[in-house]
């Protein structure tokens, strides 16, 4: 920059100090009156099936076996409130508030709209648990929930045709509700094996 360029940036910076702040109304956008809030489980419909830990992309969402229960978390600390949990959610049980809901008791009301912003609220989360389903067999704990498995049997008997889902029931089960290495042993005792349709 040469020499007359230096003196009127000097220039302009010194006339800058004496005006006062101008502030501009922008054309575009808009400001929402109430703002997206964490994620709500609704315990009846969750199935612990995990999809929205899968695609949760700030990993606020966190799935825990512990003591033959499953237990979905969700930090609100870390959540950016994108949706995508909610969005992927099979069983629709996820959804994002935009009411204005009150604090949770002894913290105060302003930390509640600045957890975006990496307020020190203590542990602002969102937790359902789940009971694990235990093969019926050797009584190990399976990843994942009775509640899913239940969901998914449901699932597939409706898309088959109905002489075909007396059979399959029955099988089935028998079949989710066994841990890998007890289907391996028993399938062919139990006749649970597909190949019984080939």
């Given amino acids: 920059m040469n020499i007359a360029g230096k003196l009127k940036a000097f220039g302009e910076l010194v006339t800058n ?7 501009v109304k922008e054309t575009f956008g808009f400001v929402a009156e109430n703002f997206r809030w964490l994620p709500r489980r609704d315990a009846d419909k969750c199935t612990g099936c995990g999809a929205c ?5 700030s990993g606020a969402t966190c799935i825990t ?3 033959g229960e499953r237990t979905i978390s969700i930090d609100g600390l870390r959540c950016i409130f ?7 959610c099979p069983e629709n049980a996820l959804d994002l508030t935009i009411e204005n809901t009150p604090p949770a008791p002894g913290v105060d009301p302003a930390l ?18 789940l009971r694990l389903q235990k093969c019926i067999v050797c009584g190990e704990v399976m990843p994942v929930t009775g509640k899913h498995l239940d969901i998914i049997k449901e699932r597939m008997l409706v898309n088959l045709k109905p002489d075909t889902v007396v059979i399959v029931e029955k099988d089935m089960e028998r079949y989710l509700r066994t841990c890998i290495s007890c289907r391996r042993k028993y399938s062919l005792e139990w006749d649970t094996h597909p190949r019984k349709f080939i």
Avoid: H, Q
């Fill in 17 to 23: 100090i004496f005006r006062k702040p101008v502030t």
């Fill in 53 to 57: 830990n899968e695609r949760c992309s």
């Fill in 65 to 67: 076996d512990v003591n």
């Fill in 82 to 88: 994108c949706g995508r949990c909610a969005d992927v």
């Fill in 112 to 129: 509640r709209v600045s957890l975006s912003r990496g307020s020190e609220e203590p542990g602002p989360t969102v937790d359902s648990t």
